[in-house]
C-alpha cells in the first residue's frame, strides 16, 4: 500500500482485543495494531494503564486503504463492535482505560465522526451515546503479547470465547460484504 493510499483511524471500543479482532477482518484494512492514547509515554504500559489512572484508553489504530473502505464504513463497523452508551465499561471490563472514544487525526475524521454519532445514536441506540471525541495526541503501541491476542489465542482464553468470538461473529454476520 503506497503513502497516498494510507490512512489511519485510532478508535477504542473497550478492551483492544475485541475491537482489533473485527477490525483485522475488514477488506481494506491493512493493520491493526493494539496500543494507548490519552495518556503520556511514560505511563503507556498494560500495568500502568490497567490502574484507571493514566488517562490512557485501550485502543487499536487502524491502517487502511480509504479507495477500498471509507472512514465512515469503519465507524458503522465500530457502533456495531461495541456499546458506547456506557461511561468507562464494556460488559464486566470497568474503567476508564475502557470508554468508549475516537481519537480523530484532523479536522475532517472529527466532521465525520460528528456526523456519525448524530446519525447513529437515535437509528440504533435507546441510551445517549457517550462516546469521547478528541484529537490524537500520540499513540503507544501495546506490549508485543498483545497484538493480534485472538487470533494467536482464540478459544483457548474463556474471555476470548465468551467475549470476543461473539463480537466477531456479530461483525461477520453484519458485515459479510466487508470481509477480506
Given at each position: 500500500?503506497?503513502?497516498?493510499?494510507?490512512?489511519?483511524?485510532?478508535?477504542?471500543?473497550?478492551c483492544?482485543?475485541?475491537?482489533?479482532a473485527v477490525?483485522?477482518?475488514?477488506?481494506?484494512?491493512?493493520k491493526?495494531?493494539s496500543?494507548?492514547?490519552?495518556?503520556?509515554?511514560?505511563?503507556a504500559?498494560?500495568?500502568?494503564v490497567?490502574?484507571?489512572?493514566?488517562?490512557?484508553?485501550?485502543?487499536?489504530?487502524?491502517q487502511?486503504?480509504?479507495?477500498?473502505?471509507s472512514?465512515?464504513?469503519?465507524?458503522?463497523?465500530?457502533?456495531?463492535?461495541?456499546?458506547?452508551?456506557?461511561?468507562?465499561?464494556?460488559?464486566?471490563?470497568?474503567?476508564?482505560q475502557?470508554?468508549?472514544?475516537?481519537?480523530?487525526h484532523?479536522?475532517t475524521?472529527?466532521?465525520?465522526a460528528?456526523?456519525?454519532i448524530?446519525?447513529?445514536?437515535?437509528?440504533?441506540w435507546?441510551?445517549?451515546?457517550?462516546?469521547?471525541?478528541?484529537?490524537?495526541e500520540?499513540?503507544?503501541?501495546?506490549?508485543?503479547?498483545?497484538q493480534?491476542?485472538?487470533s494467536k489465542?482464540?478459544?483457548r482464553?474463556?474471555?476470548c470465547?465468551?467475549?470476543?468470538?461473539?463480537k466477531?461473529?456479530?461483525f461477520?454476520?453484519?458485515f459479510?460484504?466487508?470481509?477480506?
Open positions: 500500500m503506497s503513502d497516498t493510499q494510507t490512512a489511519y483511524a485510532t478508535l477504542g471500543g473497550g483492544f482485543w475485541c475491537t482489533e477490525f483485522q477482518e475488514v477488506k481494506g484494512v491493512a491493526v495494531t496500543g494507548y492514547a490519552g495518556g503520556t509515554r511514560e505511563t504500559n498494560y500495568d500502568a490497567c490502574s484507571g489512572k493514566t488517562q490512557h484508553a485501550e485502543v487499536i489504530q487502524i487502511f486503504n480509504p479507495a477500498e473502505v472512514y465512515e464504513t469503519l465507524l458503522e463497523i465500530f457502533w456495531a463492535a461495541h456499546d458506547p452508551t456506557t461511561l468507562n465499561r464494556q460488559g464486566n471490563d470497568r474503567g476508564p475502557y470508554r468508549s472514544v475516537i481519537f480523530y484532523d479536522e475524521q472529527k466532521a465525520l460528528e456526523q456519525s448524530a446519525k447513529t445514536a437515535p437509528q440504533v435507546d441510551q445517549p451515546i457517550v462516546t469521547e471525541l478528541s484529537p490524537l500520540a499513540f503507544y503501541p501495546a506490549e508485543g503479547y498483545h493480534g491476542y485472538y489465542v482464540g478459544e482464553n474463556p474471555y470465547t465468551y467475549i470476543i468470538s461473539p466477531v461473529a456479530k461477520r454476520q453484519k459479510a460484504h466487508l470481509r477480506k
